[in-house]
Every structure is written in structure tokens, then in C-alpha cells.
């Protein structure tokens, strides 16, 4: 199965969705505290994992946590719900509900046997998601540490048969920008970060720029950002004509998704060529933003933007 059919078939698991926004013994005593009032969405996350069963503990894999698995099962495989093992136990303090994470699996027939895929495994093939006890990635892991590796069988569905993942649960993203500070950049707005890297933006008492001006706050060491991508980021619009906060994620407490080719030029300029883990600061007057966009009540205003890039997913052509 090609790797565009394989995002599809993970998409339709939902394993994708970040929120607009379970686990065996083993992960659940991973999760003990000696908090004499322990968190009641850890105990829900803990609690969410799926139990153990005949079908995932069925299968053999071979390969190390991180890199691409081999799993070995006698098919058909039965699966009458969604069961999940562990087949080798991370490090670390266990993930929490809210929180990013990446990962990677492979994904396999229960029916036939088949390797349907990988992705996760090559880098900028999927996004950061979210993990709580509501959704599929919870459900697999539940509060497990990172470096998890877990079999996870999925019954079948309306959309798909029944399906075999090897899911390596591959580490806790941060949720504000990580990379290496640079200096500031003279007459470009001055941004200060909050302790929680939420940033509040100072206009300078100039006249605003007529073409866009960009500049790196943070410089991260993860994949760039290509043209076409979708990105997981936190960002924060502010108006150059009076410091008025427009629009903002931090605000909403969830990181946003959109393709690089689906927003305004000049914020699409800001985001393609960097790197994930970057601050992006970035002066967009309304050629470059909403200057075509007749009503707007951004039409005529230069706006400065804080992007905070998280996560990149290279585009895939379909077949």
C-alpha cells in the first residue's frame, strides 16, 4: 500500500486528529504516584487504554522501538474489539492528557497478513497529536512513557477490515517553540513570552513596512517546512495600526493546522523554508495579507504575526 493510501486508511482511524481542538498492567503501574490526590484526567488517561487481548498478544514483531517493525501472526486474525499489548515499555515520566506527542506504526492485514505501511518512521510524515482519553491514540498507549511500543488490534469497521498497528509512541512535543534564541532584529515589533511561551507583541512607533519582513526569533533543529505542507503551529495576530491582538491560538489553548498554500502570501512566506522548533516574526502589510479581501475589516491593515512552528507534514501526491 502505497504511503498517500496508508495516510487515508490512518486518517479514517482518526489517529490523525488533533484536537480543534487505552493499556495493560504494565502502563498502568507506569502511572502510579505518590500524590496522596492523584490528577483526575491522568487517571483517565491511564484508564483508557485498551485492555490486552487474545488477538495483539497473537502477534510477534520484530525491530527496535523508533524504526520500522516486522509483525508476524497466523491470519485471520480475530478481532472482536480494540486490544493492545506492549511490546516494550519507555522511559521517562508517562504522557499526560493535553499533551503533543509523535509517533509512528506500521500498519498490517488482519485479514490477510499484508504490510500496509509505515509512516512516522522517515520524519515530517505526520503531525504532533494531541493525546487524551477520548481519542484513538489515548485508547492504543493511554499514559504510557515515551519510547512505548505497543500492538494494537483494531476490529473492524464500516470503512475498513480488521487491522494490525505496531504503534511506537515516540516522544512528548513541546507546545511553544524550542529552538535557540537569536538576537533581535532592529525596528521589527518587540515580542516577550509568557512562562507558558505565549507572546505579547510592542509595535514600534513607525510607519509600517511596505513589503513583508521576516524575522527568526528561535531558530529549531527539526524538518523544514516545504511548500505544501500542513504545519501544526501556535501563532498570535496582532494590528501594526494599534497593538490590538486580532486573532490568537494561545488564546484558544490548541495549536492550529493548515497547509502552507492555504493562508494569506505573506504568512505563507513566513512559514515555508523554516524549521520546526522555530519563532517566526513576521510584518505583513495588506498586499501581502488581506488587501483583496473586499469587507474585510483586516483589508486595510498591516498585521504582525508570531508563529510558533510545532510540527510539519510534508505533502504526498496521490497516486
Known amino acids: 500500500m502505497s504511503v498517500h493510501r496508508l495516510e487515508v486508511f490512518v486518517r479514517n482511524r482518526s489517529l490523525f486528529a488533533v484536537s480543534a481542538v487505552a493499556a495493560t498492567a504494565i502502563l498502568l503501574a507506569g502511572c502510579g504516584s505518590s500524590d496522596p490526590e492523584p490528577d483526575a484526567s491522568a487517571d483517565a488517561l491511564c484508564a483508557a487504554a485498551a485492555p490486552s487481548g487474545s488477538a495483539s498478544e497473537a502477534v510477534t514483531v520484530e525491530g527496535e522501538t523508533g524504526e520500522e517493525s516486522t509483525a508476524t501472526f497466523e491470519f485471520p486474525l480475530e478481532v472482536g474489539e480494540l486490544q493492545s499489548s506492549v511490546v516494550t515499555e519507555g522511559e521517562g515520566d508517562p504522557v499526560e492528557s493535553g499533551d503533543l506527542v509523535s509517533y509512528a506504526l506500521t500498519a498490517y492485514s488482519a485479514e490477510t497478513g499484508e504490510e500496509l505501511g509505515s509512516l512516522g518512521y522517515e520524519g515530517a510524515e505526520i503531525l504532533p497529536a494531541q493525546i487524551s482519553a477520548d481519542n484513538p491514540i489515548g485508547q492504543i498507549v493511554g499514559c504510557a512513557t515515551p519510547g512505548t511500543r505497543v500492538v494494537a488490534a483494531f476490529p473492524a469497521s464500516d470503512t475498513n477490515g480488521a487491522e494490525v498497528y505496531v504503534?511506537?509512541?515516540l516522544s512528548v512535543v513541546p507546545d511553544a517553540a524550542w529552538g535557540e534564541e537569536q538576537?533581535?532584529?532592529e525596528g521589527m515589533p518587540d515580542v516577550t513570552l509568557d512562562d507558558d511561551g505565549a507572546p505579547?507583541?510592542?509595535?514600534?512607533?513607525a510607519e509600517a513596512?511596505?513589503?513583508?519582513?521576516?524575522?527568526e526569533l528561535k531558530v529549531g533543529d527539526g524538518a523544514t517546512v516545504e511548500s505544501?505542507?500542513?504545519?501544526?503551529?501556535?501563532?498570535a495576530g496582532v494590528k501594526w495600526s494599534d497593538g490590538e491582538v486580532?486573532?490568537?491560538?494561545?488564546d484558544r489553548d490548541t495549536p492550529a493546522t493548515f497547509t502552507t498554500t492555504g493562508v494569506v502570501a505573506g504568512f505563507q512566506q513566513a512559514l515555508e523554508g523554516q524549521t520546526v522548533g522555530s519563532q517566526v516574526l513576521v510584518v505583513i502589510p495588506p498586499e501581502?495579507?488581506?488587501?483583496?479581501?473586499?469587507?474585510?475589516?483586516?483589508?486595510?491593515?498591516?498585521?504582525?504575526?508570531?508563529?510558533?512552528?510545532?510540527?510539519?507534514?510534508?505533502?504526498?501526491?496521490a497516486e
Do not use: K, M, R
Not at 513596512?209 to 524575522?215: C, D, F, L, M
Open 200 to 205: 505579547t507583541v510592542t509595535i514600534p512607533d
Open 288 to 317: 501581502f495579507g488581506y488587501g483583496d479581501s473586499e469587507g474585510n475589516e483586516l483589508q486595510d491593515e498591516t498585521l504582525v504575526f508570531v508563529v510558533d512552528i510545532l510540527g510539519t507534514q510534508h505533502a504526498v501526491a
Open 209 to 215: 513596512p511596505t513589503e513583508v519582513e521576516i524575522a
Open 228 to 235: 505544501g505542507d500542513t504545519v501544526l503551529v501556535h501563532y
Open 246 to 250: 486580532f486573532d490568537s491560538s494561545w
Open 167 to 169: 504503534f511506537d509512541l
Open 183 to 185: 538576537e533581535p532584529v
